[in-house]
């Protein structure tokens, strides 16, 4: 019989009670954990203790035993365009600038709408979720359609309001862009999953008069700001020769630097322009992969970190990556700063896992909620199998989540404690579903294939 006064007996009902091999905590104290439990409750982490006293203490309505695993923060994609999933392998080994104005663009000008939208971006959900990502940053046109989206995949994500000069299906100028994007935010602004930033596209698609806008609605708003900057060297000599001022000079003199300022790529950055974004606290959403598919170049990233610039990671949309992947985006940004640099110490495991947890965090405002495993936060996780073949022995566990694992590795995703992902299992989106919005979209899309 039960006795509450028996302290054999567990006294506490939680709702999920996860025991795991190791826990990356992505925490500065103790970032390695081994045979502990995450105790959760309303979707947020409790209690953080070793197994055998999480047993004596708690019963679980939900229990799962990972005696194989690696627990690790959910993982942040820092800066993609989720709906352009269904445009994967479009315009392979095409520079950004052809692929832009002779592929993508006309794509999207054929295809764009709310229904593309949020078909695409659900299997861009699907992707992500398989893959370990819980929250990711996003930056497209019709961003309430993306939302309905990530409700329906139970994800976390921050959805930038797309501001672009020139029209679209979506919106006919830049003032268009805001108010419509102003609209979606109002109706989401209670919605626990998703956040908001005003995203000018680029500054070479964006004007001085749209710059200064943007900043008093970030400011009246208080909305964060992500941009592509300094992407490519065609981008630089645009600007100098319309503005006779390289971009990142630009926006510093219109006063859009600072802590709110997410800028993607930052590859071809002067000495000066790494001390700028110091200075002014801006963040980086480094993406390897793309850069090197679009032969954009690299990012000095080892000078950026050296300064202590915040560096989160990011993939890019998929048709110029061809993955949702931020595995992939660890692992490659490690190796190539060693190689760049010539130091193998740069870049250790555990920080290539910080950029793709707490730094983008930090880069989205959400680093007292998510990015690591610690007491208070939400339990944004995923859980990572050791033991095949492929990835045994292991010896570091942060080491073989960077340089051995993959993507494919991942059993487990869990959003504010709720599952939504499960070898192979979605909660809450159907393997059919993503068949008939592949089958509906491609005939459409395939013309566009060069």
Not at 217 to 241: G, M, N, P, V
Not at 328 to 354: I, N
Not at 419 to 434: D, K, Q, T, W
């Amino acid at each position: 019989m039960f006795n509450a006064n028996n302290s054999s007996y567990p006294t506490i009902q939680a709702d999920l009670v996860i025991e795991a091999r190791w826990i990356a905590t992505v925490a500065s104290q103790q970032p390695l954990l081994e045979n502990h439990a995450v105790i959760v409750q309303a979707g947020n982490i409790v209690e953080i203790l070793p197994i055998a006293q999480a047993r004596q203490k708690y019963s679980a309505t939900s229990l799962v035993c990972l005696d194989e695993h690696v627990l690790i923060p959910g993982l942040i994609n820092l800066h993609t365009h989720a709906p352009m999933s269904l445009m994967r392998g479009i315009a392979d080994d095409v520079a950004l600038m052809p692929w832009l104005h002779q592929h993508i663009w006309p794509a999207e000008q054929a295809v764009v709408s709310e229904t593309y939208v949020q078909d695409a971006t659900l299997l861009a959900c699907a992707e992500m979720l398989s893959g370990g990502i819980t929250c990711f940053n996003d930056m497209y046109f019709y961003p309430q359609a993306t939302a309905v989206a990530v409700n329906q995949a139970g994800m976390r994500a921050n959805l930038g309001l797309l501001v672009l000069e020139f029209p679209s299906a979506y919106a006919n100028d830049a003032d268009d862009y805001l108010q419509k994007g102003f609209a979606a935010h109002d109706s989401w602004r209670n919605n626990p999953l998703i956040s908001t930033s005003i995203a000018p596209h680029a500054p070479y698609t964006v004007s001085n008069k749209t710059f200064e806008s943007i900043i008093t609605y970030a400011e009246q708003l208080s909305l964060s700001i992500h941009t592509h900057l300094h992407e490519t060297l065609d981008e630089i000599s645009q600007s100098e020769a319309q503005y006779g001022l390289r971009p990142i000079q630009r926006l510093a003199e219109f006063g859009l630097l600072g802590p709110n300022l997410v800028a993607a790529h930052c590859v071809h950055l002067l000495p000066h322009e790494i001390d700028l974004l110091a200075e002014y606290g801006c963040h980086v959403a480094h993406c390897p992969n793309s850069n090197l598919k679009l032969a954009s170049g690299i990012a000095p990233l080892t000078q950026l970190l050296a300064k202590g610039v915040n560096v989160g990671l990011g993939t890019d949309g998929v048709a110029s990556n061809n993955r949702l992947d931020i595995f992939a985006e660890m692992r490659l940004s490690a190796l190539l700063a060693k190689g760049v640099s010539g130091d193998a110490t740069v870049v250790p495991a555990h920080q290539a896992l910080a950029m793709a947890t707490i730094n983008a965090a930090k880069a989205l405002g959400l680093e007292h909620k998510i990015g690591s495993i610690e007491v208070g936060k939400l339990a944004d996780l995923a859980a990572v199998k050791l033991s095949d073949i492929a990835t045994a022995p292991y010896y570091d566990p942060i080491s073989h989540l960077v340089y051995a694992c993959g993507r494919e590795h991942v059993t487990h995703t869990w959003v504010a404690g709720e599952l939504r992902y499960s070898n192979g299992v979605y909660a809450n989106i159907e393997p059919n579903e993503l068949k008939e919005i592949i089958n509906t979209w491609q005939p459409k899309l395939k013309q566009h294939k060069h």
